[in-house]
Nanobody
Protein backbone atom coordinates (compact mmCIF):
# COMPACT_ATOMS: atom_id res chain seq x y z
CA UNK A 1 0.00 0.00 0.00
CA UNK A 2 1.15 3.54 -0.74
CA UNK A 3 -0.06 6.86 0.62
CA UNK A 4 -0.48 9.68 -1.87
CA UNK A 5 -0.70 13.44 -1.27
CA UNK A 6 -1.40 15.85 -4.12
CA UNK A 7 -0.49 19.53 -4.22
CA UNK A 8 -0.22 22.36 -6.72
CA UNK A 9 -3.83 22.97 -7.60
CA UNK A 10 -5.35 26.42 -7.75
CA UNK A 11 -7.06 29.07 -9.83
CA UNK A 12 -5.55 30.03 -13.19
CA UNK A 13 -6.71 31.93 -16.25
CA UNK A 14 -7.30 30.16 -19.53
CA UNK A 15 -4.02 29.71 -21.36
CA UNK A 16 -2.07 29.52 -18.14
CA UNK A 17 -0.09 26.69 -16.58
CA UNK A 18 -0.01 24.69 -13.37
CA UNK A 19 2.16 21.85 -12.14
CA UNK A 20 0.60 19.25 -9.89
CA UNK A 21 2.72 17.10 -7.62
CA UNK A 22 1.92 13.84 -5.91
CA UNK A 23 4.19 12.69 -3.09
CA UNK A 24 4.11 9.00 -2.26
CA UNK A 25 5.12 7.12 0.85
CA UNK A 26 5.06 3.44 1.67
CA UNK A 27 6.28 0.62 -0.53
CA UNK A 28 8.89 1.17 -3.23
CA UNK A 29 7.57 3.96 -5.40
CA UNK A 30 9.39 2.82 -8.52
CA UNK A 31 7.41 -0.42 -8.59
CA UNK A 32 4.13 1.42 -9.14
CA UNK A 33 2.55 2.69 -12.28
CA UNK A 34 1.29 6.20 -11.56
CA UNK A 35 -1.59 8.11 -12.98
CA UNK A 36 -3.63 11.28 -12.85
CA UNK A 37 -7.41 11.33 -13.01
CA UNK A 38 -9.89 14.17 -12.82
CA UNK A 39 -13.52 14.61 -11.91
CA UNK A 40 -15.58 17.62 -12.87
CA UNK A 41 -18.89 18.44 -11.13
CA UNK A 42 -21.64 16.12 -12.32
CA UNK A 43 -19.26 13.99 -14.35
CA UNK A 44 -17.55 10.66 -13.85
CA UNK A 45 -13.90 10.43 -12.92
CA UNK A 46 -11.77 10.14 -16.04
CA UNK A 47 -8.22 9.04 -16.76
CA UNK A 48 -5.95 11.92 -17.74
CA UNK A 49 -2.41 10.56 -17.91
CA UNK A 50 -0.36 7.56 -16.82
CA UNK A 51 3.28 6.56 -16.60
CA UNK A 52 4.41 2.96 -16.48
CA UNK A 53 6.57 1.49 -13.77
CA UNK A 54 8.69 -0.59 -16.12
CA UNK A 55 9.98 1.80 -18.76
CA UNK A 56 8.42 5.16 -17.93
CA UNK A 57 6.27 5.18 -21.05
CA UNK A 58 3.44 7.66 -20.90
CA UNK A 59 -0.19 7.70 -22.00
CA UNK A 60 -2.72 10.52 -22.25
CA UNK A 61 -6.38 11.05 -22.90
CA UNK A 62 -6.82 12.69 -26.29
CA UNK A 63 -8.15 15.95 -24.84
CA UNK A 64 -4.85 16.76 -23.08
CA UNK A 65 -2.31 15.45 -25.58
CA UNK A 66 0.23 18.12 -26.43
CA UNK A 67 -0.76 20.23 -23.41
CA UNK A 68 -0.14 18.02 -20.37
CA UNK A 69 3.00 16.09 -19.45
CA UNK A 70 3.28 13.41 -16.78
CA UNK A 71 6.67 12.63 -15.29
CA UNK A 72 8.11 10.90 -12.26
CA UNK A 73 11.13 11.28 -10.03
CA UNK A 74 11.71 7.95 -8.34
CA UNK A 75 14.43 9.41 -6.12
CA UNK A 76 11.88 11.84 -4.68
CA UNK A 77 8.92 9.42 -4.70
CA UNK A 78 6.97 12.01 -6.65
CA UNK A 79 4.91 12.12 -9.82
CA UNK A 80 4.12 15.38 -11.60
CA UNK A 81 1.55 16.64 -14.04
CA UNK A 82 2.63 19.72 -15.97
CA UNK A 83 -0.46 21.37 -17.42
CA UNK A 84 -0.04 24.04 -20.09
CA UNK A 85 -2.51 25.93 -22.26
CA UNK A 86 -5.22 25.28 -19.72
CA UNK A 87 -8.84 25.54 -20.77
CA UNK A 88 -12.01 26.10 -18.70
CA UNK A 89 -13.01 22.51 -19.48
CA UNK A 90 -9.92 21.33 -17.57
CA UNK A 91 -11.59 22.52 -14.36
CA UNK A 92 -11.92 19.54 -12.02
CA UNK A 93 -10.61 17.87 -8.92
CA UNK A 94 -7.41 16.09 -9.93
CA UNK A 95 -6.49 12.81 -8.27
CA UNK A 96 -3.22 10.93 -8.17
CA UNK A 97 -3.34 7.15 -8.30
CA UNK A 98 -0.89 4.28 -7.91
CA UNK A 99 -1.23 0.90 -9.48
CA UNK A 100 0.22 -1.56 -11.93
CA UNK A 101 0.26 -2.38 -15.60
CA UNK A 102 0.07 -5.74 -17.30
CA UNK A 103 -0.32 -7.26 -20.75
CA UNK A 104 2.45 -5.07 -22.06
CA UNK A 105 0.76 -1.90 -20.86
CA UNK A 106 -2.65 -2.68 -22.32
CA UNK A 107 -4.19 -3.15 -18.88
CA UNK A 108 -3.87 -0.69 -16.00
CA UNK A 109 -5.21 -1.30 -12.50
CA UNK A 110 -5.31 1.19 -9.64
CA UNK A 111 -4.97 0.34 -5.97
CA UNK A 112 -4.33 3.58 -4.10
CA UNK A 113 -5.69 7.12 -4.43
CA UNK A 114 -4.88 10.55 -3.12
CA UNK A 115 -7.43 12.97 -1.69
CA UNK A 116 -7.47 15.24 -4.73
CA UNK A 117 -6.56 18.83 -5.51
CA UNK A 118 -8.85 21.40 -7.12
CA UNK A 119 -7.91 23.00 -10.43
CA UNK A 120 -10.07 25.86 -11.63
CA UNK A 121 -9.52 27.52 -15.00
CA UNK A 122 -11.31 30.82 -15.55
CA UNK A 123 -12.26 32.08 -19.00
Amino acid sequence: QVQLVESGGGLVQAGGSLRLSCAASGRAFSTYAMGWFRQAPGKEREFVAGIRESDGSTYYVDSVKGRFTISRDNAKNTVYLQMNSLKPEDTAVYYCAAGATSLGGRRWSWSDWGQGTQVTVSS
